[in-house]
Antibody, heavy 112, light 112 residues
């Protein structure tokens, strides 16, 4: 059973860079795509982007200019960077193996 | 982007009663491989979303058989035959046929 465990800074100031990492346990990257998804407090789900083991990425156009997703297959990890954050980026960020398994979520708050 | 529209926004049901949730997509989710890329998730309070149904009608591992999915093209339905207390939460549909991946706005299910 694949499990995902994620971590990263939970409190950022405006203009800083959000950085999260997700480790995959109990499986390999194989042919799957690995996503980042976010959920603002009390709101719905927004897909940020995904990556496969070859490093091929897809990004949501709404965030594309600020997002980088990378993969380290030697560590079974993938990461998210979101630059120039504002209060609108405050959300719980989830990593996921499309479409089956999700991480526990990380609340990222952007506040001065 | 493919817009996913869920109805109703919320419902309150008596344990043992059936539930039906609709999800409509702005474009067909039927791919050339014959599969339809529509998924259903349940997000219980304070938890990560959990996959219930994949490719319209297939129950994911461990999902009780009171959950069923149906539909085709652009119209889909999630049904719970007899609601239990543990079914409380927000249900989301999601499409993966086209980037960016998109979610419905969610349907909140409460128990009376």
């Amino acid at each position: 059973q694949v499990q995902l465990q994620q971590w990263g800074a939970g409190l950022l100031k405006p203009s800083e860079t959000l950085s999260l990492t997700c480790a995959v346990y109990g499986g390999s990257f194989s042919d799957d795509y690995w996503s980042w998804i976010r959920q603002p407090p009390g709101k719905g789900l927004e897909w940020i982007g995904d990556i496969n083991q070859s490093g091929n990425t897809n990004y949501n156009p709404s965030l594309k200019s600020r997002v980088t997703i990378s993969v380290d297959t030697s560590k079974n990890q993938f990461s998210l960077k979101l630059t120039s954050v504002t209060a609108a980026d405050t959300a719980v960020y989830y990593c996921a193996r499309e479409p089956t398994n999700w991480g526990q979520g990380t609340l990222v708050t952007v506040s001065s | 982007d493919i817009v996913m529209t869920q109805t109703p926004l919320s419902l309150s049901v008596t344990p043992g009663q059936p539930v039906s949730i609709s999800c409509k997509s702005s474009q067909s989710l039927l791919y050339s491989d014959g599969k339809t890329y529509l998924y259903w998730y349940l997000q219980r309070p304070g938890q990560s979303p959990r996959l219930l149904i994949y490719e319209v009608s297939n129950r994911f591992s461990g999902v009780p058989d009171r959950f069923s999915g149906s539909g085709s093209g652009t119209d889909f339905t999630l049904k719970i035959s007899r609601v239990e207390a543990e079914d409380v939460g927000i249900y989301y549909c999601m499409q993966t046929i086209q980037y960016p991946l998109t979610f419905g706005g969610g349907t909140k299910v409460e128990i009376k």
